[in-house]
């Protein structure tokens, strides 16, 4: 007699969330024909020109990359492995997202502010946090072109323009990412698109999962934690760059754990001043300080 096994359920995988992270990144975007959403290869060169790019000397192993992309992809779709050969697919059919900020305009550098260190007098004064002192780690700095005293506006994931190449092998542009309207009468905008719900639901399912783990679960505030963790990735979930990973889910995964680190480390300063506050009184603090006394002392 043999025994069936349930087989395990796959909630989330890092193929989903990337057509997910895919999909709500096109929300920002314009391109001149929808089908050119779907690009073949990534050229990750930010500081250079869209120029330097095409005369690259690395730019004959992109295309042949570009097309063995698209060859397997179509072989998928039909249902056959290996079944389109890539020296088929013509150059002027290959789509190239290339990451660039040419097209993020700048403005005024803002002076960041001084966190000023608080003291035992600033304890009890309940000031409303800043959000910008909240998110000041999240901000990649790497990717901010500075000129003088001017630096590119800040936008929700790194910037790109898509490319395709004409029959007399010179590249022209097809769309912009932070893009609304035409290429020609469009302006930057980079508030008028939306994560699907899809990705959203992601985000909480992920939390909720990783809140259940057994070195979490027994905390009380371990909503705020969840809270905490969902805002993140509202976040910094569109941030994840293809062009350096296809693992996304390690991603969130690192950006949940900060977060839940985070709140713990609220919490247990906040239950130091409170455990401090009843010696002083001359009151018994709480269990947890009750029994770190004592571990201390038997050692």
């Known amino acids: 007699m043999s025994i069936t096994t349930k087989k395990p359920v796959n909630y989330l995988n890092n193929k989903d969330i990337l057509k997910e992270i895919h999909e709500s990144k096109n929300t920002y975007c314009y391109f001149q024909n929808k089908e050119y959403h779907r690009y073949d290869y990534i050229i990750d060169m930010p500081q250079s020109s869209t120029e330097e790019i095409i ?11 570009a097309r063995e992309t698209r060859a397997t992809r179509l072989s ?3 249902g056959v492995k290996d079944s ?13 997202r290339v990451m660039t900020w040419d097209h993020i305009p700048v403005s005024q550098k803002q002076p960041r502010k001084t966190v000023k260190k608080k003291t035992a007098k600033d304890i009890f004064e309940f000031d409303e946090t800043d959000p910008d002192e909240i998110f000041a780690d999240l901000e990649d700095i790497t990717t901010q072109a500075e000129v003088d005293d001017m630096v590119h506006v800040k936008v929700n994931f790194p910037p790109f ?3 395709k190449i004409n029959k007399q092998n010179e590249f022209y542009c097809i769309g912009h990412s932070h893009w609304k309207g035409d290429l020609e009468t469009g302006f930057f905008s980079k508030d008028h698109g939306q994560i699907t719900d899809k990705l959203a639901r992601m985000y909480i399912m992920m939390c909720e999962k990783y809140a259940m783990k057994y070195n979490w679960r027994g905390y009380t505030y371990r909503d705020e934690m969840q809270n905490s963790a969902i805002l993140q990735l509202t976040y910094v979930g569109l941030r994840f760059n293809e062009a350096k990973s296809a693992n996304p889910f390690a991603y969130y995964t690192a950006a949940i754990t900060n977060s839940f680190c985070r709140v713990l480390n609220t919490e247990k ?3 130091n001043i409170r455990d401090d506050i009843l010696e002083i009184a001359g009151l018994s603090p709480s269990w947890s300080r009750q029994n770190t006394s004592t571990t201390a002392y038997e050692e």
């Open 55 to 65: 005369n690259h000397e690395t730019i004959k192993d992109i295309i042949q990359s």
């Open 269 to 271: 300063r906040n239950q």
């Open 84 to 96: 389109v050969d890539p020296m088929s697919i013509p150059v002027t059919d290959l789509v190239f």
């Open 161 to 163: 323009k898509h490319y």
């Open 76 to 78: 998928i779709e039909a």
